[in-house]
């Protein structure tokens, strides 16, 4: 408990010195505003409470499988590929303490943190339900339960997952299919085992399973992980970097390459679209039951996977000193130009895939439209990331202010977007070329603000 404790301490530190203790101490007020703004919002359209509740429970398990890529991200800073690397998770060389145990209990203090400063506020956003008599003082009690282990759960899994692909890469295949399969075959029962049951049928039975799942992935997880132990994914190719060069230039080479040795290679580029794209797919399922609305699955899938692509500039800038570029003659221009034909590079066709895969229960004929979306909208999102933060986008979720400015940029273009993917069912060929028009011109501002990204950082870099 001292080093969870302490890496409590170390946690907001580091986040205050970022950012000012009053900004960040601000970020949970503004959660909470802006999920009791949008639950309102979603009670307005007839969404009931339960479907509500079940969307949070969902989206609240996809980021707690983002946040647990630590296991990806951990093996490189274990290594020293971040570079200098002090945080107490990547100090077991230093103190008395295995890595695992570092890396189990940096778990559970990010369980407990994230607990305090994000999921908390978004479940007092329920609060104005409890007060109009929708949702009982018990029913918000089991809701605060279930969507922190729901996190929890999500954090866990993933870990658990990139342990077992340490050992072994048929193991995790054999893994994932398992359970992609239990969820096919058996939706009821593996949706029984989850947090998620002890909110909507709370008895003793659905929270031993739940907690038992729990005490697994989160357990486990450590354990599997195995950090690596030679060089091999170190080493120069200088015939691939030649290659990977005629793709773009040096820093298009250099960034593909950091993200190809990093640990997870490309797959966590696509398993971080893939997150997205099971959201995405989620939503429209849960927007057709609880609606009459037929909303384009082209128009929706396009400006999603285009929203996620923010995760791709994270992984490609992983690596990044940023004052380290000030030595090249061009500041940051040629930088941020490579970076910007990196992104594409890895995030267009794995975005095309997943609409290749959406197409398996969408007409194929809607999707196309989300081949033109979403590059376009992953423009803007590239352009609008590199201008607000640089090469330090991680330092992004707990600047309150500067998440507030990110949202609305985001916002602007994603409302228009999704509102006109409502629309398609009662007129298509409006909707679909307001959303076209609507993508390339956000493509423009995109590719505006890069432009202006590189003098705007080199100036900021050197003051």
Do not use: C
């Amino acid at each position: 408990m001292n080093i969870i404790r302490r890496m409590f301490v170390e946690e907001y530190r580091l986040h205050a010195e970022l950012f000012g203790s009053g900004r960040f101490l601000a970020f949970p007020l503004f959660t909470a505003l802006l999920a009791a703004g949008g639950i309102w919002l979603l009670t307005l359209t007839g969404s009931s409470i339960g479907a509500v509740v079940a969307g949070i429970h969902a989206l609240v398990f996809f980021f707690g499988l983002q946040v647990g890529t630590i296991g990806l991200i951990g093996r490189d800073a274990m290594r020293d590929v971040l570079g200098d690397v002090t945080l107490l998770v990547f100090s077991a060389r230093t103190l008395p303490v295995s890595r695992r145990y570092l890396l189990g209990a940096f778990i559970l203090k990010d369980i407990g943190y994230y607990a305090a400063f994000f999921l908390t506020p978004i479940i007092a956003g329920f609060l104005p339900v409890v007060a109009a008599g929708e949702l009982t003082l018990g029913q918000f009690g089991l809701l605060w339960l279930s969507v922190i282990a729901t996190f929890g759960l999500g954090a866990g899994s993933s870990l658990t997952l990139a342990g077992i692909g340490t050992r072994s890469k048929i193991a995790l295949v054999a893994v994932v299919g398992a359970v992609v399969a239990a969820i096919v075959l058996a939706p009821e029962t593996a949706v029984s085992l989850t947090p998620y049951a002890v909110y909507t049928e709370p008895a003793v039975e659905s929270l031993l399973a739940s907690a038992v799942l729990l005490a697994v992935v989160l357990v486990a997880g450590p354990l599997l992980f195995e950090p690596a132990t030679n060089s091999r994914a170190r080493r120069g190719d200088p015939d691939r970097y030649r290659q990977l060069k005629r793709l773009g230039d040096a820093f298009t080479a250099r960034s593909l390459l950091e993200v190809a040795r990093s640990s997870g290679s490309v797959w966590k580029v696509a398993f971080s679209l893939g997150v997205l794209f099971a959201v995405a797919a989620l939503l429209l399922d849960r927007l057709a039951d609880v609606t009459a609305l037929d909303p384009s699955g082209g128009i929706a899938f396009g400006t999603l996977l285009g929203l996620g692509s923010f995760t791709t500039y994270n992984w490609l800038t992983q690596a990044d000193k940023p004052r380290e570029f000030l030595r090249y003659p061009k500041a940051l221009t040629i930088v941020y130009r490579g970076k910007f034909r990196a992104f594409l590079l890895l995030s267009v066709p794995i975005g095309v895939g997943y609409l290749a895969i959406a197409a398996l229960w969408y007409p194929p004929a809607d999707l196309l439209v989300g081949l033109v979306v979403f590059p376009l909208v992953s423009v803007y999102v590239f352009g609008l990331t590199a201008y607000l933060t640089g090469l330090s986008p991680n330092e992004l979720l707990f600047d309150t202010p500067l998440f507030a400015l990110y949202g609305a940029g985001l916002a602007m273009l994603a409302v228009p977007l999704l509102v006109a993917s409502l629309a398609h069912g009662t007129a298509p060929q409006q909707s679909t070329g307001f959303a076209v028009g609507l993508s390339v011109l956000a493509a423009g501002v995109g590719w505006l603000l890069l432009g202006r990204t590189g003098d705007r950082w080199h100036n900021r870099l050197r003051e």
